[in-house]
């Protein structure tokens, strides 16, 4: 007779099947929910950590407190972190002689000269609800004197050296052409009477008939000079009581401007409604210049015309430091641009590495190098010429036009005046376009690039016989390059205050999902392998435990086990499955 010890080893074997079985459906739901919980958190917790991000930048990203970093950045960003330079170099005149004579201008590229431009806002004050700050800026000019290695091309990149700030440039008399260009129209005929009144009251260096192409140094040119022929234009005009033109001292650009010589400007603070640092008010002009009217606005398209002068006014966007976040490639950021007095929109170009922050790096738009039959609206700054430049003539009173360096991306006609050294090279237009790189969270252009050449249009004109013979064409005069880069300690700045939280933000968004649907993976593949162990093969019964089959009743002795009530309860089950297999083996036979 078996002992009870042999009962009590199939006892286990049978008790063991619920217990495995609970196991196995306890390690479903704990990674099920573990899983279920994981996933929701990380696609709930993603929104939630970007909102959080979001409010504090929100509140950061004001120019309501003057002490913030932000306010202290966009008041004084060289001394708080940002590199600025400005470049110039200058086109050298080499056959003006043979130029008056209707020649083609022989031109050859000086420089570099390179300065540090300091932009100093002052003058604060806030309207009733801090919507708007008004205040007044200097825009300084440091000479960079570092000395040009030998070799050094005047438009490298990123060029840090300069040459002798006494250097003679031969170039045109920008100061001349602004007077031809007031009086011309006005005067007509008369204007040669004019400027022979003019040659009565200078020495014979500096009567106009003389100076069409002047010697100067780099600074004269750019940053002007108290030029004798505007001041003996001036004592003329009001000899003869004309106070309907003004003539303006001649600078190219503005250097150590002061408070009493600009209006205050105004820009949005982020306190109400999104917008920063976008002007409302620049230098007086309170959203509209009223500079820009080319467009006719007569006849049957008078409508759209005052529409296009309109926008051609409207001072949109900001003076390119900040731009509304958040940025994205869809975005077109504005930036108005003072010197060329008009706004301009940036168009998605690529994504860039800087200094290890993910930025976004914008370009001009193409609308605003094109001419009126290309871009119907551009008949407001009077593009009515070839495509590629833009007309500054009202901006500078002078027949002044803005392009690209070497006349990139123009028409081909423009490059007849350049020598074959000087052509636009569209490989590598990086190094002579302009862009901004943009942090897409803050709106921080962190690294910028404007390029530009200056060119003056040159055409005969009959009522002044010393003009009478020159050929019709743009003379390049200068090339412009001012940058902006932050400082490794801003970026350090920014990655401790933001990029670091956004960065972890992006890993727990990353990863998050990626543990909850893996968790929830291994339980569907335990329920899988649970489900196909429980299937008995063809021909054999299905196991409890293990792959081991439990003795049938005709194996067991009930006189082994006695009356134990576990024995009767498993005796009885096995003789209902035996009848059942009798009853279909009879059927069958």
Same mark, same amino acid.
């Given at each position: ?55 504090? @930048?929100? #509140? &950061? !990203? ?10 202290? =950045?966009?008041?004084? /960003? ?104 007031? @009086?011309? #129209? &006005? !005067? ?10 003019? =040659?009565?009251?200078? /020495? ?193 009173t002078a027949p002044i036009f803005a392009s690209k360096p070497f006349f990139l991306d123009a028409d081909d006609s423009f490059l007849l005046n350049l020598s ?170």
């Open positions: 007779m078996a002992s009870y010890g042999a009962l009590q080893d199939h006892d286990d074997q049978v008790d063991s099947k619920p217990k495995h079985f609970l196991l196995t459906k306890f390690c479903i739901a704990i990674n099920s929910i573990f899983g279920i919980v994981i996933l929701a958190t990380a696609l709930a917790g993603s929104v939630i950590i970007s909102a959080v991000i979001e409010a504090q @930048l929100d #509140e &950061q !990203l004001t120019l309501t407190d003057s002490s913030s970093p932000v306010f202290q =950045n966009w008041a004084d /960003p060289t001394e708080n972190g940002v590199d600025i330079y400005m470049t110039f170099s200058l086109w050298n005149l080499t056959n003006h002689e043979a130029v008056l004579d209707g020649a083609t201008p022989e031109l050859e590229l000086v420089g570099p000269w390179t300065y540090t431009e300091r932009r100093l806002k002052h003058s604060f004050t806030y309207n009733e609800d801090k919507s708007l700050v008004y205040y007044k800026e200097n825009k300084t000019f440091y000479y960079y004197d570092v000395p040009c290695p030998p070799g050094t091309q005047p438009m490298g990149t990123d060029i840090r050296c300069s040459l002798p700030e006494d250097a003679i440039i031969r170039t045109i008399n920008i100061p001349l052409m602004t007077v031809v260009s007031l @009086l011309e #129209e &006005q !005067l007509g005929m008369l204007l040669a009477p004019f400027m022979g009144i003019l =040659n009565s009251t200078l /020495p014979a260096s500096d009567q106009p008939g003389n100076t069409i192409f002047v010697e100067r140094t780099m600074p004269q040119v750019v940053f002007g000079f108290d030029d004798p022929l505007l001041k003996a234009l001036r004592a003329t005009l009001a000899q003869f009581n004309i106070t309907d033109v003004t003539i303006p001292p001649y600078e190219m650009v503005a250097n150590n401007s002061i408070a009493g010589r600009t209006n205050a400007s105004a820009v949005f603070t982020r306190s109400k409604d999104g917008q920063i640092a976008d002007f409302e008010v620049w230098q007086g002009y309170d959203k509209y210049l009223n500079l820009w009217n080319g467009c006719d606005e007569g006849g049957e398209q008078g409508g759209l015309g005052r529409r296009y002068n309109d926008l051609a006014n409207m001072i949109n966007g900001s003076e390119g430091s900040l731009v509304n976040p958040p940025v994205s490639k869809d975005t077109r950021p504005y930036i108005f641009v003072s010197d060329l007095k008009r706004s301009s929109a940036g168009i998605y170009n690529n994504s860039v590495d800087f200094k290890g922050i993910d930025m976004l790096r914008f370009v001009i738009e193409k609308e605003a190098m094109q001419n009126s039959e290309e871009h119907a609206p551009n008949c407001a700054f009077s593009s009515y010429g070839f495509r590629g430049v833009m007309n500054l003539t009202a901006a500078y074959r050294t000087y052509k636009p090279d569209y490989a590598t237009r990086y190094n002579s376009d302009t862009f901004l790189d943009i942090e897409p969270n803050t709106g921080a252009i962190m690294n910028a690039r404007l390029r530009l050449q200056l060119n003056l249009q040159f055409y005969p004109i009959a009522s002044y016989p010393r003009m009478s013979k020159l050929a019709h064409f743009y003379l390049p005069f200068a090339l412009l390059v001012e940058s902006s880069e932050f400082q490794d300690e801003l970026v350090d700045q920014y990655n401790a205050q933001v990029g670091d939280a956004l960065e972890a933000a992006g890993y727990y968004e990353a990863i998050g999902p990626f543990v909850g649907v893996l968790l929830i993976t291994i339980a569907i593949l335990l329920v899988v392998k649970l489900c196909r162990g429980g299937q008995a093969s063809d021909g054999e019964e299905a196991p409890l435990v293990g792959g081991k089959v439990a003795p049938s009743l005709a194996d067991m002795n009930p006189d082994d086990y006695g009356n134990d009530f576990l024995f009767q309860q498993f005796s009885e089950k096995q003789k209902q499955k035996e009848k059942r297999t009798a009853q279909t083996s009879s059927l069958v036979g």
